[in-house]
């Protein structure tokens, strides 16, 4: 940014003008060979990005002019990030480094070809990286077009960028660039605009998203957004021109990041399609030593929908800390929430309007009705949503073994106690659930069970069973009267067979006789559990899994091989599985029952949440033929 008198003064009162290569062996302000350049702590090559992880790494370097200032000057803690960079490349899955402009301070030649020595650095480990003009790298009175050649140019024109993997292009005028990479399994877009990018440039700008309609972009340029230190972020003048001329229209454009003003800000605005774009400024020039060459890291995480970000300079961390001076050790990372959070971003919702993921089409149940299906059940009849069902209708077996389901209501429950619902998991085979209003305290809802004298009802599954549904529970499930929940249970106790009892509240571990056979639910603290009384077996055993998250979807499946059972959700296998033998399911010839939960065949509460399409079979599947598979 153009320093003003007072910043001038600042810089002077903080011992930054006139700083010299402190400790390097070289002349303050000197020219520096590519030998010097390199720093022995972060040497090696960092190996090579991963492109089909759901992980990666932008890599943000925001103004360094105060490194490259005549002879006042310091090239090391910029060299020290670019090593940084390149030896946690693997590590980081760093896809990109992109500088947002004021490279130098004075937009010598000098400056700059000094400056570009230390970007060798990338150059010769193979990490593609973008950069732009600021104010103090170029003429800044003249636009990208009027400005015309440049010592800016001559070191980081289209001639060096066309080397980086990343390049897709240029501007004529040589001063804005655009990238474009594969990560995360999709294709992404940086643009790097000019600190005063003309019309003409924006037009540019828009036949590059427009070239690539798909693909989300990240916006880098020196001047966006502004901020005070309470944290107050806004657009400056020239961010509003960019916002109403380009950012506002072009709904691929979900991030942008700039520098130029000092302190770091953030703010999410929404853009004329209605959705989120987060605007970023990044800078620390006002800091001890000229920044120190502070690195800015945004990692993506498309798996937890995500980007986390934190602030560090290699420069300092690189140091013995014993060796430190006491400014420097405030600075080796920035940890505050201005520096260090994250974003939490449903990354398929964001790109919906230009990339929209294709919903996986319902698949009927000559699909899926595998051999040694004995009951599948799928609530996409085609009702209306949100449509009462009323005691008595009967839902069908879709596996044709003739176990139907008949709805039965809780006395002082009417028929809106269980709803058809259009909701269901997006790798569900029938594109419908059913939504449980149930409770207890006392019991109340709506439930299903098979038929008396079902053929399921006397199958004891000697030689293994597969047991799976799809599941999801409310928002508000801690604060409702719910308490434990049974997704799936089997009528008959423990006492008929003279066994001790599965538990309390869906299978938890315990001796209670009276509770059932069998049960797949969630405690209080919606723990998943799958406790059973196996045949021959004098007691309960329990499979164990973890608290599940309100609001989304789940597949759950229990896998029982002749001796043991294994919980999975989402295809993962999950940890408390006991390894006590457990063949088969101890008979009783009585009713399954689909979200209810009984002691001594009484209902004592039903299901509250949606239940999708539940399958049963007589021997254990392997995770690739789940229903979600």
């Not at 010769?124 to 990286?129: E, F, G, L, M």
């Not at 520098?259 to 800000?265: D, I, L, M, R, S």
């Not at 800078?283 to 798996?303: A, E, H, I, M, S």
């Not at 499979?543 to 998250?549: A, D, K, V």
């Amino acid at each position: 940014m153009q320093p003003s008198p007072s910043r001038r003064g600042f810089l002077t009162g903080a011992g930054l003008v006139g700083a010299g290569l402190a400790g390097s062996g070289v002349a303050a302000g000197a020219l520096l060979p590519a030998a010097a350049l390199t720093w022995q702590r972060y040497g090696g090559d960092g190996g090579a990005f991963d492109p089909g992880s759901p992980r990666f790494t932008l890599a943000v370097i925001p103004d360094t002019q105060y490194l490259f200032d005549g002879d006042r000057g310091d090239a090391a803690p910029l060299a020290a990030t670019m090593r940084w960079i390149a030896a946690h490349r693997a590590e980081r899955n760093i896809v990109l480094a992109t500088h947002l402009g004021d490279i130098v301070e004075n937009g010598a030649a000098a400056e700059l070809a000094e400056a570009g020595r230390v970007f060798d650095i990338l150059d010769r480990h193979r990490v593609p990286y973008s950069v732009l003009a600021g104010n103090h790298d170029v003429d800044a009175s003249r636009t990208d077009a009027e400005r015309g050649p440049s010592a800016y140019l001559e070191v980081f024109g289209p001639h060096r960028l066309r080397r980086q993997s990343t390049y897709g292009g240029s501007t004529p005028d040589g001063y804005d660039t655009y990238h474009v990479f594969s990560a995360a399994g999709r294709e992404w877009l940086l643009l790097a605009l000019d600190w005063r990018p003309s019309d003409g440039t924006l037009d540019w700008a828009r036949s590059v998203l427009a070239a690539h309609p798909a693909s989300p972009a990240i916006l880098t340029t020196h001047d966006c957004a502004d901020a005070d230190h309470t944290g107050a972020t806004w657009l400056s003048e020239h961010g509003r021109r960019l916002w109403d001329r380009l950012i506002n229209q072009s709904d691929q454009i979900v991030l942008t990041l700039n520098g130029h003003y000092w302190p770091p800000g953030r703010m999410v605005l929404r853009n004329a399609a209605g959705r989120d774009v987060h605007v970023h400024l990044t800078n620390y020039q006002n800091r001890y030593y000229g920044g120190g060459g502070t690195l800015r890291l945004y990692g993506f995480d498309l798996d937890r929908n995500t980007i986390d970000v934190e602030t560090l300079s290699p420069w300092i961390l690189g140091q013995r800390p014993e060796r430190r001076n006491p400014l420097a050790r405030r600075e080796a990372e920035l940890t505050d929430p201005a520096n260090r959070f994250s974003l939490t971003i449903d990354f398929a919702a964001r790109f919906a309007g230009f990339a929209p993921m294709p919903a996986r089409p319902p698949r009927g149940p000559a699909v899926v009705v595998t051999d040694g299906t004995v009951a599948y059940w799928r609530f996409d009849q085609g009702y209306a949503d949100g449509g009462a069902i009323p005691d008595g209708h009967v839902v069908e077996d879709s596996s044709g073994r003739g176990n139907h389901l008949t709805r039965v209501g809780v006395r002082g429950s009417g028929p809106a106690a269980l709803r058809w619902s259009a909701e269901h998991h997006a790798d569900q085979p029938g594109h419908g659930s059913l939504f449980f209003a149930g409770g207890r305290g006392p019991a109340h809802g709506g439930y299903l069970r098979t038929a008396d004298g079902a053929p399921l009802n006397a199958a004891t599954f000697e030689s293994g069973y597969t047991v799976e549904a799809f599941v999801k529970l409310p928002e508000d499930i801690r604060e409702s009267d719910a308490g434990g929940l049974s997704i799936l249970s089997r009528s008959g106790t423990g006492r008929n067979a003279g066994q001790r009892g599965a538990g309390g509240d869906a299978g938890q571990d315990g001796t209670d006789p009276s509770a059932p056979k069998a049960a797949l639910g969630l405690t209080a603290g919606l723990a998943l559990n799958w406790a059973v009384f196996p045949v021959g077996r004098g007691g309960a055993v329990t499979n164990w899994g973890h608290e599940m998250r309100p609001g989304e979807w789940f597949h759950v499946a229990v896998v029982n091989d002749g001796r043991h059972s294994t919980l999975y959700v989402d295809g993962a296998r999950l940890l408390r599985n006991p390894s006590v033998p457990a063949t088969g399911l101890a008979g009783c010839g009585e009713p399954w029952l689909v979200g209810a939960y009984h002691r001594d065949r009484v209902v004592r509460h039903c299901f509250y949440g949606w239940i999708g399409d539940i399958r049963i079979a007589d021997r254990p599947l392997p995770v690739d033929r789940f229903l979600r598979a």
